[in-house]
């Protein structure tokens, strides 16, 4: 089924393109993004926030409409990436497992790690006495993308199908998981963390904020992992706007640690980025002084880039 909506995303060239099919894609890859993020991830993984009952259930809907199983075996999973992050025992890994299966492999053959046990803090939250309709879910997790796909078809014929589930079902799938993959690849690290988890606008913008993923491996409580106003996440607006509607309530902030901890982080940084310039800085000026032309005309203005390239090469290649 997995290969089959993949391949189903094709579809987009046989059908026409229209700028209002566009904005269909955004809105059913954006809105169920918010989904995973803000219900699978941050409440049911992290329990970031809490939230009234019925909005529980719509975003748990919304997020299993993704097409990423359900809620429980989700965040269940995640729970134990953090666990492990990185080492034996994280279910998707790069580092552990390979770009493929942590990527796409855990998802499909995930025997190897497939058994959550009974006291993972997830399962032992949400039992069948606490939220029947959340074990539901979980349960009957092929219910809402069906749901969604036969929304979109009764609607709009196969155009609809394609650019309101098909299309953005793959951009999401892979948008996830590329948290897995990227963020634990490529990116930058503003926290000292025992992981390979890193900080990428591209998946913060794609994943509706869970590119910041370097902050939240060092602070996986708050309901925030755009630290900061300029790091954007959309997941954190809803919230904050759930908040101000009275349908969530105890946002876990970043604690004044964190972000004590952040600017030390930065200032060792740059004390760092300084030495090294000083030191490529001094090691020009040598070369330059052992150049046989500085001895014979003295300092030339137009020597010293070249210079200062080849130490920056050095120290680059250092
Ligand atoms: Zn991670
Ligand atoms: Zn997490």
Same mark, same amino acid.
């Given at each position: 089924m997995f290969w089959t909506v993949q391949v189903s995303a094709l579809l987009a060239f046989a059908v026409p393109f229209t700028w209002g099919m566009l904005a269909l894609w955004a809105v059913s890859h954006f809105l169920r993004a918010i989904g995973l993020t803000l219900? #699978? @991830?941050?409440? #049911?993984? @992290?329990?970031?926030f809490q939230m009234n009952r019925g909005a529980r259930f719509f975003w748990t809907f919304v997020a299993t409409a993704a097409m990423q199983k359900g809620p429980l075996w989700w965040a269940g999973h995640h729970v134990n990436h953090h666990k492990y992050a990185d080492r /034996?025992? /994280?279910?998707?890994s790069p580092a552990v497992s390979g770009v493929y299966y942590a990527h796409i492999g855990w998802f499909l053959n /995930?025997?190897?790690? /497939?058994?959550?046990?009974?006291?993972?803090p997830v399962i032992r939250d949400f039992s069948k006495t606490t939220a029947p309709e959340i074990v539901w879910l979980d349960r009957c997790y092929f219910a809402p993308p069906v749901m969604l796909a036969a929304a979109m078809y009764y609607i709009g014929g196969l155009q609809w199908l394609v650019w309101g589930f098909c299309v953005p079902t793959v951009t999401l799938a892979h948008a996830t998981f590329a948290i897995n993959t990227v963020n634990h690849m490529f990116g930058s690290r503003r926290f000292v963390t025992p992981d390979e988890s890193r900080n990428n606008l591209f998946t913060a913008i794609m994943a509706a904020g869970e590119g910041w993923h370097n902050n939240h491996h060092r602070y996986?409580?708050?309901?925030?992992?755009?630290?900061? &106003? &300029?790091?954007?996440d959309l997941t954190w607006y809803t919230i904050r706007a759930m908040q101000a509607l009275g349908l969530a309530w105890d946002l876990q902030p970043v604690p004044a640690r964190i972000y004590a901890e952040a600017r030390l982080q930065s200032r060792a940084e740059s004390r760092r980025a300084i030495i090294g310039r000083a030191s490529s800085r001094s090691e020009a000026a040598r070369a330059n002084d052992q150049s046989p032309r500085a001895g014979r005309r003295g300092y030339e203005p137009g020597a010293e880039p070249r210079v200062r390239e080849a130490a920056d090469r050095r120290s680059a290649s250092a």
């Open positions: 219900c #699978f @991830h941050r409440y #049911f993984a @992290h329990r970031a /034996d025992g /994280d279910p998707h /995930d025997a190897r790690y /497939d058994k959550i046990e009974a006291s993972n996986q409580r708050a309901a925030r992992n755009g630290f900061y &106003w &300029w790091e954007v």
